[in-house]
């Protein structure tokens, strides 16, 4: 939101009351448990060694192998491997880094997740996916070798010796059952931590277009002319005008540079953020809706980010965001909940470049600053169209980007009272591009999607709203008020 995501009580701005950001997710697919002794024979299987073998450290260096032991092709960037740990505190946040691999750093990327049954060795995890840019494992081949760490964002020392996954004595590459690895979301290698492996269901998948109890659905496709059209307050959207934070001090939030236009077939909305370097030339946008009602369940968007400006010079703080955010009644309030996505292609925030945030929040104090959160994050590029999903049930919150897990956050990051749903694009601030030459950037929705009570998985979002698109149903809002 307006705030880089922090865990714990360090923080370095003040949150404004008046904003809002918060972001949309997705469901887990269900899949069989898979001991290391079957998935040795198919799929992949992860070796492992560590270069940092203490029980305390500066770093966990994890360095991996994927080898391909299936007798087809592997597309790497369907592969995830998870590294399980116990955090050094309840708020301890970290950070990954690639120091070198084989097939290029800037193809792996690394997210830190919580887990939704905290062992005695493990309450977190690292999953380190691939971009497309990682390629293929042909039939017996590896990924040669991925130098890999993580730290502390605080640099303090490090405790290894009670972390699932670590294995101090494992200085050569070896076949390792403490990390799992799944393949296009069924898991192939590995046993996680007692009570998290995958399970299979035991009723039959009901149909998410008919569920039992909950289902009730917020759909929109953006079909309006305008930020002005009728249409689009009696759907329950407001567009965005009175003043205040987050952002750029004297911004304008100015509701004529939502827009909307003709793509691929349908309608898309289109938030524009632009400036000339000063706070009144500065102009921001955010789409929320009307209603605080929506609480448990499935929320998705697709969403185009952009990394370059559509004109002037690049460089500036931009935030992108789909979230959802109820308000914070006093400071550290304990009822407070808000769930983000939030990519920042030029960086911020102490951040050097592109990096994508997914944030649970439980409450934050803006003066001085406190911000108790769980997030996850990636750094590397997010321009183009993805598709955003983000679940909440009764057990933790579950994040995903283009059908793939992108991070879980624990029970005590859940809602106590419903949100609305928002949309905005802002400058953090005019540090990032100091030039005085007018620039806009803009950022994009296709639809947006909200299942009360279910949890849906990434292919049953786009399912339902291939079905709504079919039926030429371009909204709908059955969700009952809070």
Not at 15 to 25: I, P, S
Not at 125 to 152: C, H, K, N, V
Not at 416 to 443: K, V
Request: glycine share 10%.
């Amino acid at each position: 939101m307006s705030t880089r995501p922090t865990t714990g009580t360090a923080g370095r701005r003040s949150r404004a009351a008046l904003a809002l950001t918060a972001l949309l997710g997705s469901a887990a697919l269900a899949t069989l448990p898979v001991t290391a002794a079957s998935a040795a024979g198919e799929g992949v299987a992860v070796q492992y060694r560590t270069s940092a073998g203490g029980g305390s450290a500066d770093q966990s260096e994890p360095w991996f192998k994927v080898r391909n032991t299936g007798s087809s092709a592997v597309q790497l960037s369907q592969v995830r491997i998870r590294y399980y740990f116990k955090a050094d505190s309840p708020d301890a946040a970290y950070r990954f880094a690639c120091s070198w691999a084989v097939r290029g750093c800037s193809a792996i990327t690394g997210t830190f997740g919580t887990l939704a049954k905290p062992t005695a060795t493990a309450d977190r995890y690292l999953e380190i996916g691939f971009t497309s840019a990682a390629g293929s494992l042909a039939p017996g081949a590896d990924t040669g070798d991925m130098q890999l760490r993580f730290y502390r964002s605080t640099w303090q020392p490090l405790n290894q010796s009670d972390d699932y996954s670590f294995g101090g004595g494992q200085t050569s590459y070896a076949d390792w059952t403490k990390v799992t690895a799944d393949v296009a979301g069924t898991r192939v290698w590995g046993v996680a931590p007692e009570g998290n492996d995958p399970t299979e269901p035991t009723d039959p998948p009901t149909d998410p277009t008919d569920p039992p109890g909950g289902g009730q659905t917020l759909f929109d496709d953006f079909t309006y002319a305008s930020s002005a059209d009728p249409a689009l307050a009696a759907h329950g959207w407001n567009v965005r005008a009175n003043s205040g934070g987050p952002g750029v001090p004297g911004a304008t939030w100015d509701p004529s540079k939502v827009t909307f236009s003709a793509q691929g077939g349908g309608t898309v909305m289109n938030l524009e953020t632009s400036t000339a370097g000063t706070g009144a030339s500065t102009r921001h946008t955010e789409v929320l809706t009307k209603a605080t009602k929506f609480r448990n369940g499935t929320y998705a968007a697709r969403v185009r980010f952009s990394d370059a400006p559509k004109s002037g010079p690049d460089g500036d703080h931009v935030v992108q965001t789909f979230f959802t955010i109820n308000d914070l009644k006093a400071p550290m309030a304990d009822d407070y909940a808000e769930y983000d996505f939030e990519y920042l292609p030029n960086g911020g925030w102490g951040e050097p470049g592109n990096i994508l945030y997914t944030t649970s929040w439980e409450t934050y104090n803006p003066d001085p600053w406190q911000a108790v959160n769980q997030h996850s994050e990636s750094r590397q590029s997010f321009a183009g169209w993805h598709d955003l999903v983000v679940t909440i049930d009764n057990s933790a919150i579950t994040y995903y980007i283009d059908g793939q897990p992108f991070g879980t956050h624990g029970a005590a990051y859940l809602p106590e009272r419903p949100m609305s749903i928002n949309f905005n694009q802002w400058l953090i601030d005019l540090n990032g591009q100091t030039s005085t030459t007018p620039r806009a950037y803009d950022q994009q929705v296709d639809y947006v999607l909200h299942v009360k009570d279910r949890v849906l998985t990434p292919a049953q979002v786009a399912a339902k709203v291939a079905a709504y698109r079919s039926a030429g149903t371009a909204y709908v809002d059955d969700v009952p008020a809070s």
